[in-house]
Every structure is written in C-alpha cells, then in structure tokens.
C-alpha cells in the first residue's frame, strides 16, 4: 500500500483500519475469522519491521506488547532485539504520558505539535475551552 511510504505523521488508527484493512478482509469471509486474524497480524508484524532496519533493540509497549502472537512474529521477522518492559511500564505508560503533557500545558510549554499528530489545526489554548 501507497500508504506505508508516506512520510510520517500519520496514524493507523481505527478509521484507517476500518476503510483500509476491513473492506479487504471482507473480501474473503469464506475464510475463518483465526485465519483473517492470523493474516493481518501476521502483516502487522511485516510493517513494523520494516521499520526497524538498523535498530539494535526496540522497547515494545502498549497494549500490543501483550500480544504475544504479534511479538513472536515480529521477532522472526527482525534481527532487532525485541524488549519488553516490566508489566507496571506497559499497564501505566499511557497515564504517566498524559500526566506529562498535562504539567507541560499547566507549564505553559509546548505539548503537542502538528509536525507530530499530522494535524491541520494548531492547538488549542486553555481559553479556547468554555467551563
């Protein structure tokens, strides 16, 4: 897919999964769900390590990291050390990162950028808000 050679930012969240991903797997619903699922995973894994030519290691976090299916495929797919952090990492890594973000903005610093997210707008201010 075109897709995965744009230059980043970019995101394959669900609505890109819904209209890129669900409407081909549709296209073989004579096949069990396991192995639809085996396939995509399986292409997931692909697209991850493509990306890391050239990595030593990678520290994998996020929900997907307790894919284990997903991380066995990745590992055969790359000489690139897989790490996986402690589970108190995984589970929290998302809370600590919105906390973060909410001391940069109470600190009146920069915590989100369009160069990052892809977004058209510029962000929001505190004034923006109506409490």
């Not at 906390?99 to 989100?112: D, M, Q, S, W």
Request: glycine fraction near 6%.
């Amino acid at each position: 897919m075109a897709y995965y050679k744009k230059i980043p930012p970019k995101s394959l969240g669900i609505e890109w999964v819904n209209s890129n991903i669900f409407n081909i797997l549709s296209q073989f619903d004579s096949h069990s769900v396991e192995d639809l699922l085996h396939t995509y995973v399986t292409h997931i894994a692909h697209q991850i390590t493509v990306n890391l030519k050239g990595m030593d290691s990678v520290l994998v976090t996020g929900g997907g990291s307790y894919n284990s299916f997903l991380i066995k495929q990745i590992q055969k797919q790359t000489a690139t050390k897989i790490v996986l952090p402690e589970v108190e990492l995984i589970d929290f890594k998302e809370a600590l990162i919105f906390a973060f973000l909410a001391v940069l903005k109470l600190r009146g610093e920069v915590n989100c950028s369009p160069s990052v997210t892809g977004s058209s707008k510029k962000p929001l201010e505190w004034k923006d808000f109506q409490l």
